[in-house]
């Protein structure tokens, strides 16, 4: 189940760019039955902005950017980690 996010405008993607950082911390999670919390897998963002080079899209882009490598890193990585699984 993947859930979605849509912003609009360059303080929309503000708050893009403060949802990748609480996903980094694994801020998005779902409840069990038994009362154990897994991380929400797929978060998907969506910007919807006229100025494509605005600071606020290209921030909330970079940040998703690099949240997606240091994630690719971290599941090749054969240890059990405690962030970055949404």
């Known amino acids: ?21 609480c996903a980094a911390i694994d801020g998005f999670y779902t409840v069990d039955e038994e009362g154990a919390r897994s991380p929400i897998p797929e ?13 606020n899209t290209t921030r909330a882009k970079r940040a998703a950017e690099y949240y997606e490598q240091v994630r690719s890193a971290f599941s090749a990585f054969p240890y059990r980690h405690n962030c970055f699984h949404t």
């Open 1 to 21: 189940m993947s859930c979605y996010v849509l912003a609009v405008g360059g303080t929309g993607n503000k708050i893009l760019e403060s949802l990748v950082y």
């Open 43 to 55: 978060i998907r963002m969506l910007s919807v902005d006229v100025d494509s080079a605005c600071g």
